[in-house]
Each structure stands twice: as C-alpha cells, then as structure tokens.
C-alpha cells in the first residue's frame, strides 16, 4: 500500500473524539493501514534512499554473556528513583519507572519496594513458616518442604495504599508517572496456595481471621479476613519465574492479590489463626483513613479501578505532529479492566481503546489507541472500567462525593485510601509534556 492510498484508508476511518483521538477499531481494519499512515511521516525512510553499510559494532566479536544476564549498558537510565538513597535509619522507598516500560510484567529488578528497616538477610536454609493459632495441628514449614506442594502461577498487581499520594496535591506537581504512581507494579508469581496449607493444618470453626507477620526487624504484621485467605492468597516463592527479590520479601512472602500492598506481608515467618482482628498499629491507626466526620474507616482492603496514560507523559516529548499511540496501564482488584477511554481534550469527549490481550483478573491491563496530533495543545486522559461495573471516576465526580477538603474519596460508594481520577497530561505546541488538574 502506497502513502497516496493508506493516507485516503486511514482518513476513511475517521475520527472517534475530538482532537484527533481514533476509536480502537483502527487497530482492526489492518496493521498495514496504521504503518503505513505512520511511515507517511518521518519515522521511516524507503530503502531505495539509504545505503545498507556494516556498523561499528558489526565488525568485530561481541561481548560474551555471563552467568547472569544483564540488560544493555544503553537501558542503564531505566531505574527506580529512590527516597532515602542513602539507606539511613528509616523508611525507603523505590518508586518503578512506568513511563520506561512496555507490556505488563514489571521486570524483577525495577519492582516498587517500600521498606521500614531494610531488607533482612534471610538464610532460606534455616527460614521457617509457622501455623498456628486457632487450628487442629500446628505446622512448621521449611522452604524446601514447601516446594513439595503443588506449584500455581497467577498474575498479579501489587499496590500500595498510598499509590499516587502525590495527586492531593492542592497544586499540580511537576511529576512523571513514575513520581505519580510508581508504587504499583504487575508481576507473575508463584507458590503454594494459602488454602492448601490451611486445610492441612485444620481450620477450628471460630477462626474468622488471621494474621500475617514478617521476619523483618518490625516484625511488621497485618490481619487479614480468613474468607480472602481461603479464596485466592498465596505464599509466593517465586517473582516472574526466579526466586524473589530480597526487597519483595525472599524466600517468602503473603500474596492477597488485589488488596493493599502491605497486607501481602513480606518475609513471612508466621500465620496465626484468630477469631477477631488482632487490632494492630497497623489497623488501628496506619491504615485507617480519617473520614470527613472524624471517624477512622478500618478493614477496607480493596485496590479500585485505576489507569494511567505512560506514553505520551512527562519526559517523553513529542517529536512533531503527526500520528502517535498513545499507551497505558489499567488494573482493579475487582477482576478484569472491561474498557477504557481515552481523551485528548481533557475529558469533554472520549474516545474506547484497544485493550491487550490476555486481559487477566487482577493484573495490568495494557491499552493502547491511536491519536493524529496536530502540533495544537491538547490534555490527555483515561479512564477504566471492570467486569464488576466499577469505574474510575473523573476529578470532578470526586470533587463533587467529596469536596476539596477532604483527603478521602468516596469511589463506588466506599472510601480508599488512593487517588483514582485521571492523571492529566498537558502538551503544548512544542510537544513538552507535563501534570495538570483538569
């Protein structure tokens, strides 16, 4: 197909919103229509016009591969920033680079990591699991003894509560997606299944709860409803097929896909069944959000509907007008993203995207859309929708359930700790991108 005939097939399609936004059946009508109306530009040149010749690298041996493979000293920028840098005394914090990846697996070593007191030094030979509390025969596992058990993979986000904190700003922040909601990532985990474990130990009929505590030297615990253990909680061993990470809770540590992230309670050492809530500093006061009125809402666990737009978005200029994708991530403890809209007008008109296929329950949920931009100024926005019918709501829905002085949204007629209207991407005529409130 020549440019003449794939500039006059991609007009045809026309529109879906204002601003230049294209419906996602663009994507359907052939890949040969969307390349060639993108090489129309100058992102490719014909090889009639340029001479094939052997590079530098192309004219002697490379470099051998080691035991470990490591990624090119190119991608050496793509890194998680850091508070606390130093490691001193206190919390610290590792925020994952969304706006320098791809796909919906984040890679090991750029996981988010919030940490109270570093990450312990765990032997694994000489780590145990202990079940106890309110069942037939208490149980001690070893790691290996562990690995006897049947093995499940599943693919999951993990949250934390205060993901995208920086959105209560009462003014927007000069922040890229990472500064915004680097404390989400999506990883494929496996393990054993929580129910298992439990089943074998015998559950006493009063256990209603349990709780989950670390081997970290805060010993940082959380107490979890025994309903959500026995539907789909795990003890992950495994991080995208290796064994964990240190920061992410090796050899062991609590998965309760979709709740927040500090209830799946890392470097596991004990699960205590219980007839009530431990009633913690952890949920009595931690993770327990002030409501307008002054009272505390305790035990809300789930992480809501969310998106966010990585490609355009802060560091990451336009390069001329022209056609563009735009990309992003949606996720929601309620099962699977069911549909996202997309604007390029600040939410006055919108636009479905494409979602990415496989689209898993409880996992990111890459959708992407095509977008002609025409070098004008334009805000970008999502929002996402899940098989529960939930939906992302818009600033304005939340500003007018909640009003500008409260910190607690009220999404789907529950408050959550996290901000989940859209993040506003603002592109001048120069294609810088930057935060706005819109």
């Known amino acids: 197909m020549n440019k003449k005939d794939s500039t006059r097939v991609w007009k045809d399609l026309g529109p879906a919103a204002e601003n230049g936004l294209f419906d996602r059946r663009a994507f359907f009508k052939g890949g040969s229509v969307l390349a060639a109306a993108i090489t129309g530009y100058t992102i490719a040149k014909p090889l009639q016009a340029q001479t094939l010749s052997d590079d530098p690298w192309s004219g002697s041996a490379g470099t051998p591969s080691g035991?470990?493979?490591?990624?090119?000293?190119?991608?050496?920028?793509?890194?998680?920033?850091?508070?606390?840098?130093?490691?001193?005394?206190?919390?610290?914090?590792?925020r994952t680079p969304h706006h320098m990846l791809d796909g919906t697996f984040?890679?090991?070593?750029?996981?988010?990591?919030?940490?109270?007191?570093?990450?312990?030094?765990?032997?694994?030979?000489?780590?145990?699991?202990?079940?106890?509390?309110?069942?037939?025969?208490?149980?001690?596992?070893?790691?290996?003894?562990?690995?006897?058990?049947?093995?499940?993979?599943?693919m999951h986000f993990v949250e934390c509560g205060?993901?995208?904190?920086?959105?209560?700003?009462?003014?927007?922040?000069?922040?890229?997606?990472?500064?915004?909601?680097?404390?989400?990532?999506?990883?494929?985990?496996?393990?054993?299944?929580?129910?298992?474990?439990?089943?074998?130990?015998?559950?006493?009929?009063?256990?209603?709860?349990?709780?989950a505590?670390?081997?970290?030297?805060?010993?940082?615990?959380?107490?979890?409803?025994?309903?959500?253990?026995?539907?789909?909680?795990?003890?992950?061993?495994?991080?995208?097929?290796?064994?964990l990470m240190p920061g992410n809770g090796y050899p062991m540590r609590l998965l309760v896909p979709g709740w927040e992230g500090n209830m799946n309670v890392k470097w596991l050492r004990r699960i205590e069944l219980l007839d009530q809530p431990a009633m913690s500093i952890y949920e009595a006061r931690t993770y327990a959000p002030i409501l307008p009125g002054g009272k505390a809402y305790q035990f809300y666990f789930l992480q809501e509907v969310?998106?966010?737009?990585?490609?355009?978005?802060?560091?990451?200029?336009?390069?001329?007008?022209?056609?563009?994708?735009?990309?992003?991530?949606?996720?929601?403890?309620?099962?699977?993203?069911?549909?996202?809209?997309?604007?390029?007008?600040g939410g006055q008109t919108w636009a479905e995207a494409a979602l990415q296929e496989p689209v898993l329950s409880k996992a990111f949920t890459r959708f992407r859309i095509p977008w002609q931009w025409d070098g004008g100024?334009?805000?970008?926005?999502?929002?996402?929708?899940?098989?529960?019918?939930?939906?992302?709501?818009?600033?304005?829905?939340?500003?007018?359930?909640?009003?500008?002085?409260?910190?607690?949204?009220?999404?789907?007629?529950?408050?959550?700790?996290?901000?989940?209207?859209?993040?506003?991407?603002?592109?001048?005529?120069?294609?810088?991108?930057?935060?706005?409130?819109?």
């Open 377 to 438: 100024p334009a805000v970008l926005q999502s929002r996402a929708w899940d098989e529960a019918g939930h939906v992302q709501p818009t600033r304005s829905e939340i500003v007018a359930a909640r009003g500008e002085a409260s910190r607690v949204p009220s999404l789907n007629g529950f408050p959550s700790q996290h901000y989940n209207g859209p993040t506003s991407w603002q592109i001048d005529q120069a294609g810088e991108v930057k935060h706005v409130y819109a």
């Open 67 to 94: 035991p470990y493979e490591t990624r090119s000293r190119f991608e050496n920028d793509v890194v998680r920033t850091m508070t606390n840098p130093n490691g001193e005394p206190r919390s610290q914090q590792s």
């Open 106 to 154: 984040t890679p090991n070593g750029l996981h988010f990591v919030i940490s109270r007191s570093g990450s312990p030094d765990i032997d694994p030979e000489q780590h145990r699991l202990v079940i106890h509390g309110l069942v037939k025969q208490p149980l001690v596992f070893t790691l290996e003894s562990l690995m006897r058990y049947p093995m499940v993979s599943r």
């Open 306 to 345: 969310k998106s966010f737009i990585t490609r355009p978005s802060p560091g990451l200029s336009m390069n001329g007008q022209g056609l563009y994708e735009i990309s992003g991530v949606a996720y929601s403890a309620n099962g699977r993203i069911s549909k996202v809209l997309v604007s390029a007008d």
């Open 213 to 243: 505590e670390g081997s970290d030297s805060l010993a940082l615990h959380r107490s979890i409803p025994l309903s959500k253990a026995l539907d789909d909680a795990m003890i992950a061993l495994y991080q995208n097929g290796e064994k």
């Open 162 to 211: 205060g993901n995208s904190a920086p959105m209560w700003s009462p003014e927007p922040l000069d922040a890229d997606v990472q500064g915004l909601h680097g404390y989400v990532s999506c990883a494929e985990w496996s393990g054993v299944m929580l129910s298992t474990l439990l089943e074998e130990a015998g559950i006493d009929p009063t256990a209603k709860w349990l709780i």
